[in-house]
């Protein structure tokens, strides 16, 4: 019996949920959910005629842009869209500097902080970001 309720997968830890699950959390249409993972740069997955998406991967995007400090985003058929003043100060697509900000340790580390997950999980994920960051100006 469905409820309506969003399919979900795990694979190797990536719980992947079926595009409905944006559809009723931001009561959208269908088509408007895909142009918000267009948006995001998140690509769906196609499984017969049911659509998955990342929901970690969404979550993590949404986490860097609602940081203090962020410019703003305006999602797709957005009321937001029509002040001109919010339009050029805001993104309406994610960049890759959010992309690459999104898979750092620290944003796993913050997230995991804020959720109330063990500190030794975030202690390792910060001393990773440590040793990543090393190593990059290692390389310049």
Do not use: W
Request: glycine content about 4%; charged content about 25%.
């Amino acid at each position: 019996m469905d409820l309506g309720t969003p399919k979900t997968h795990t694979f190797g830890g990536n719980e992947l949920v079926e595009l409905k699950h944006l559809e009723t959390t931001f009561e959208i249409s269908r088509r408007v959910a895909l142009l918000y993972l267009k948006a995001l740069r998140i690509q769906p997955l196609y499984f017969k005629n049911e659509i998955y998406f990342s929901l970690p991967t969404f979550n993590r995007i949404i986490f860097v842009l609602s940081q203090p400090g962020s410019p703003g985003f305006l999602f797709p058929a957005s009321t937001a869209k029509a002040n001109a003043i919010l339009c050029k100060k805001s993104l309406t697509r994610v960049t890759d500097a959010i992309l690459e900000e999104a898979k750092t340790p620290r944003v796993l580390a913050e997230m995991a902080a804020a959720s109330g997950l063990d500190m030794s999980m975030v202690k390792k994920l910060l001393s990773q970001d440590n040793v990543n960051s090393k190593l990059k100006k290692d390389e310049k």
